[in-house]
């Protein structure tokens, strides 16, 4: 099983990016996907998630209206568009997935990792 990150760079605040994970090794089709990042000496954080049937999303409240997260039709890739971006989103950007249904917001009830790709938000 990988998950493959991408779209990271670096952009000015107030731009966007989107960022791009890609499952592969198995069908994703049942299992929640989301995003986490950690920024510099700090602790890996939820930023955003979505459930296998699509039917559930959640946001972390540091990014709710700026970012939308979604999934491609084969439900292996989900994207994390970022819009508004403000310095503080600077992060390693990790997505996850898992096959419980449940605790989408700790990092505990996440099984696969992706090697994270790095947003970089300038003032």
């Known amino acids: 099983v990988q998950l493959q990150a991408s779209g990271g760079g670096l952009v000015q605040a107030g731009g966007s990016l989107r960022l791009s994970c890609a499952a592969s090794?198995?069908?994703?089709?049942?299992?929640?996907m989301g995003w986490f990042r950690q920024a510099p000496g700090k602790e890996r954080e939820f930023v955003a998630a979505?459930?296998?049937?699509?039917?559930?999303?959640y946001y972390a409240d540091s990014v709710k209206g700026r970012f939308a997260i979604s999934r491609g039709n084969a439900k292996n890739t989900v994207y994390l568009q970022m819009n508004s971006l403000k310095p503080e989103d600077t992060a390693v950007y990790f997505c996850?997935?898992?096959?419980?249904?449940?605790?989408?917001?700790?990092?505990?009830?996440?099984?696969?990792w992706g090697q994270g790709t790095l947003v970089t938000v300038s003032s």
């Open positions: 090794g198995r069908s994703f089709s049942s299992y929640k």
């Open positions: 996850a997935a898992d096959l419980r249904d449940w605790m989408y917001t700790s990092i505990r009830a996440w099984e696969y």
């Open positions: 979505v459930s296998w049937s699509d039917t559930r999303i």
